[in-house]
């Protein structure tokens, strides 16, 4: 379904839908688990099924999009760490209690005013802003959807926008809040400040014994080690399975031969198309090229822009329409094709840069092809091989001993803390996985069996507790030192605070600030004028935030990198009256906030009253994870 929307996704309804979408706590926390699902449902609201299908295909292409976006690959289980597929699913079932709405309010949408919003919509027009069927039928290429099944999808698209655009349509933005949100963000403070030098300005005496004492009692949970456990991992992991492989000369050579063109670069041109209504308009710009004109031109008084002829650097069979593919990569450099009647329009092409296609020999890339040959070797062992260690642990034997009949790595660990480091702060673990390890270890007691951990590579490890070191007071003596430091900062913050007190007092009585500088063995400055949302020169941002609470020629102050700043505000401008582009943004962005909360409530009130509930099983299967979105 999320297929569909990818065209609705750019209006503002569909933005602001998904931006409350993702706080998918409003959809998990609703009603108890739903037990009566339909064979592959994956969740319900109301009558209508969002099948495990469904919602797998809708979170690969939002991977797929966002690794477009990003300019690298992201993993499932990138997607899963940053709760893409509870988003994915959310919008799933938040789109399917507004379907549900639209059909009990019988709205309906005639075929010819859907076809009339394809022709209309900006996602399809093509370089002389019409219509463009290429454009369409690109998008189902990428989307690998029928005509038919896309033109279903976009009415349901379609309906749910008429329910949500009369809900927000009605909105309006106060004259009266706009005014307070430019006088809130546009108003200018000055002020003067200075920042305590603690090294000169404040002596702290050395602590004694009773202070000493005292701030070792009132600060035990400083002193105090942490829990350690002695684990035992069991490692299977297909980078240790794949070392064992044998892999001959000849499987290398039939496998390369197999997937070749998966180690080459094929040839890549960089092209720009004129688009013309019919054969005799593209003869003519073909002519007016012959006369002297720039290919820029002729597509400027075919109505295009540079940015619309430009297809830029591409391959052969990344081009839809075979006769404009075969035409394009047959040109020299520089070189413009004659009119080309493409099954969509007619075009002329001109090829401006062409990058050679790079093959690559067998030892080339033998390496290459041997670690796919080995990783596809050690993923089909996985199996029988979890399926065993299942079996020894079911059996009660210790994860060593499994390990010694199996011949698979055992680590033993003598000593980890929650955060994997040693008594001696080092790594306790130093695999890849470490952190999922060791919380597996801190996930469970001695003599209690955990599930499996899953590896980055697609393995699996067993961590049992062979022993635990609970956390303990760390003896006064052992930890003199820091005591100290610690008493040593403590009250050298008091001074510092009690000074800065002293001179915010003395400011607001009216003493010379540049004085009370020099009494903190500092030096008086002024800010530029600052708003509430700029960095002001020389203050934090919480100081920032207090100056806006004070009076002019009122002073404050606040903690600044181990010492304390002292400020007044000496100049404040009211916020001008806002210009007319102004007071638009502001209500264009207040109206979008009140968007969110409009239709968050909408969404939120409809699943409460259809109901709306998952399948934690179906979940679990879908995304290969443990949930923890089961509800009770």
Known sequence: MLDALRRGSTGMVAKALFAILVLSFAIWGIGPVFRNFGRGALAKVGPHEIRAE??????????????????????????????????????????????????????????????DGLKTDPAFKGPDGNFSSIALNDMLQQLGMSERGFLALRRRDELREQV??????????PDSLVDLVNSWRNEKRVAQYFVIDADKAVKVPEPDDARLHETYDANKSEFTSPEYRKLGVLMLAVDDLKKKMEITNAEIGAKYDETQKDYNTPELRRLQQISFKDKAAAEAAKAA??????????????????????????????????????????????????????RFTTVLVRVSAIEPAVKHTLADVKDQVRDKIATAKAQAQMQTLLDQVEDGRSAGKP????????????????????????????????????????????????????????????????VDVLATTEKKQKPFDEVKEQVKALAIAKERDRLITELAGKLVEKANTGADFTTLATEADAKADTTLP??????????????????????????????????????KVTEITPAPEPTKEQRAAIAKSLKNDLTDEALSQYVVALEDRLGAHINPVEYKRATGTESDTETQ
Do not use: C
């Open 289 to 342: 090229l012959a006369s002297g004109k720039s290919f820029g031109e002729v597509a400027k008084d075919a109505g295009a822009k540079d940015a619309d002829i430009d297809l830029g650097l591409i391959s052969k069979e990344r081009l839809i329409d075979p006769k404009i593919a075969d035409a394009a990569f047959a040109l020299p450099k520089d070189a413009v094709s004659d009119p080309i009647e493409g």
């Open 399 to 462: 994860l060593k001993e499994i390990a010694e009949q199996m011949k698979l790595p055992y680590l033993e660990v003598p000593a980890a803390d929650k955060s994997n480091k040693t008594p001696e702060g080092s790594p306790a673990v130093t695999l890849p996985d470490a952190q999922a390890l060791v919380k597996a270890g801190f996930d469970t007691q001695v003599g209690l069996q955990n599930e499996a951990v899953e590896l980055h590579d697609g393995g699996y490890a067993w």
């Open 530 to 567: 600052f708003t509430r949302t700029t960095e002001a020169q020389g203050l934090p941002s919480d100081a920032v935030a207090r100056a806006f609470t004070l009076a002019k020629d009122r002073a404050a102050s606040s903690p600044t990198n181990g010492t304390r700043i002292v400020y």
């Open 54 to 115: 469904d919602f797998q295909r809708s979170l690969q292409n939002e991977i797929r999009a966002i690794s477009r976006q990003t300019g690298r690959h992201i993993t499932p289980e990138q997607a899963h760490a940053a709760g893409l597929d509870q988003r994915v699913l959310a919008q799933l079932m938040a789109w399917a209690a507004v379907e549900t709405h639209a059909d009990q309010l019988n709205l309906a949408l005639s075929d010819k005013a859907l076809i």
């Open 164 to 173: 949500t655009g009369a809900l927000l349509n009605g909105i309006a933005v």
